[in-house]
């Protein structure tokens, strides 16, 4: 399939496709996935669904978001939830939190075979085969991340791809 296949998809064809390569685990949190269990998908954005198949089938290799349910130590690169040790601990310090990860519309994520600098790459030179604008993130502080943090938080002054530093 093609990114052109996957544009005219709905959002239903895109959830249906995307469990082909990812459970909903892999997706969101224990916690929600406890409460909620496959409806957990009604809390991710489309666009960001449609850019997480879009990376795993151009791509062609597997990708790793959330690692829990195998007692793995990912839990919350993809929906985060009050819940959550990262959310919670900014609420517990007077923080405001509204990062994409809340909104449903970013997924931290590692490509196999791939470092995140060849990632970011590789969106950049195939950015045409996204519909939706992406923001990377590239640096936290002066260090640069070895996982690729991508989301579809759409700001107008942004381009196509716009990478970013916290």
Request: hydrophobic letters at 35%.
């Amino acid at each position: 399939m093609t990114a052109i296949n996957i544009k005219k998809m709905n959002r239903y064809e895109i959830i249906k496709k995307i469990k082909t390569y990812f459970s909903i685990q892999e997706l969101v949190g224990k916690e929600t996935f406890d409460k909620y269990g496959q409806r957990s998908f009604k809390f991710l954005s489309t666009d960001i669904l449609e850019t997480l198949l879009i990376l795993r089938e151009e791509t062609g290799k597997k990708i790793t978001v959330n690692s829990w349910k195998w007692g793995g130590n990912f839990s919350q690169r993809g929906l985060r939830t009050n819940l959550q040790g990262i959310f919670k601990s900014k609420t517990n310090n007077g923080r405001l939190y509204l990062s994409a990860h809340v909104l449903g519309k970013a997924f931290d994520l590692d490509v196999d075979g791939m470092t995140a600098p060849e990632v970011r790459i590789w969106i950049k030179e195939n950015q045409s085969l996204f519909p939706h604008k992406i923001r990377l993130e590239r640096n936290m502080g002066n260090e640069p991340i070895n996982w690729v943090h991508i989301d579809t938080i759409n700001e107008e002054q942004n381009p196509h791809v716009y990478e970013f530093d916290v």
